[in-house]
């Protein structure tokens, strides 16, 4: 398995504003995902952040609202632009060991937007 | 609609009760997997399962996977409190860029 951290655990923005999301994990991995889980929802895959070129977005997510940054096999960041309320969310990324049907997850973070 | 339906999206039941989670589709996949979010938390993998009729149990829980990889159960027996949280089925398509698809998810709720 894998030990996976997250920064910030949660907070409070203000619209208008970005929030960028650390992803630290103890050991090096290949695949490394960002889903987001809105109020009461399942998580729903953003992109797959790729080591060395750009994120790979799913449909409905875009590279200006959501950029992504994986400069190393252990470290990844997701940035939440321009946020407006509609934003908020927990946010989660999950590694992927040696086959992508066996994710582990972070603990996420938990963003409001006023 | 969703490629992976969960039934029943809420479930409240007594401390030593069954229960059964479904997970349907109409497409088929590679692999299908079990989570378990509590609040506060990550979802936390439980099982895969990758051959049709597969059966895995884990001491309580018992997994089972279609004959024709497009649905699979959860079967908790003598549920407990520490059971509690939202379960989530993913599915696993090659075709799809081997990318997971979660289903809405199950709320379960046991009270002592």
């Known amino acids: 398995s894998a030990v996976i951290s997250q920064k910030p655990s949660r907070d409070i923005c203000q619209r208008g504003t970005s929030l960028t999301i650390q992803c630290q994990v103890d050991s090096q991995v290949t695949m490394m995902f960002w889903y987001r889980q809105q109020p009461g929802q399942s998580l729903t895959l953003i992109a797959t952040a790729n080591q060395g070129s750009e994120a790979t977005y799913e449909s409905g997510f875009v590279i200006d609202k959501f950029p992504i940054s994986r400069p190393n096999l252990t470290f990844s960041t997701l940035t939440v632009s321009n946020m407006s309320p509609e934003d908020s969310s927990i946010y989660l990324c999950?590694?992927?060991?040696?086959?992508?049907?066996?994710?582990?997850f972070g603990p996420g973070t938990r963003l409001t937007v006023l | 609609t969703q490629l992976l339906e969960q039934s029943p999206q809420f479930l409240s039941i007594q401390e030593g009760e069954n229960l059964t989670v479904y997970c349907n589709s109409s497409?088929?996949?590679?692999?299908l997997q079990w989570y378990r979010q509590e609040p506060g938390e990550g979802p936390v993998l439980l099982v895969t399962v990758v051959t049709g009729g597969e059966v895995k149990k884990l001491k309580r829980l018992t997994f089972q996977f279609g004959d024709a990889r497009k649905d699979s159960s959860l079967h908790i027996t003598a549920a407990q409190p520490g059971d509690t949280g939202l379960y989530l089925c993913?599915?696993?398509?090659?075709?799809?860029?081997?990318?997971?698809?979660f289903g809405g998810g199950t709320r379960v709720l046991v009270k002592p």
């Open positions: 993913a599915g696993l398509q090659k075709a799809a860029g081997n990318k997971l698809t």
């Open positions: 999950s590694v992927a060991l040696l086959l992508p049907d066996t994710q582990y």
């Open positions: 497409s088929v996949f590679s692999s």
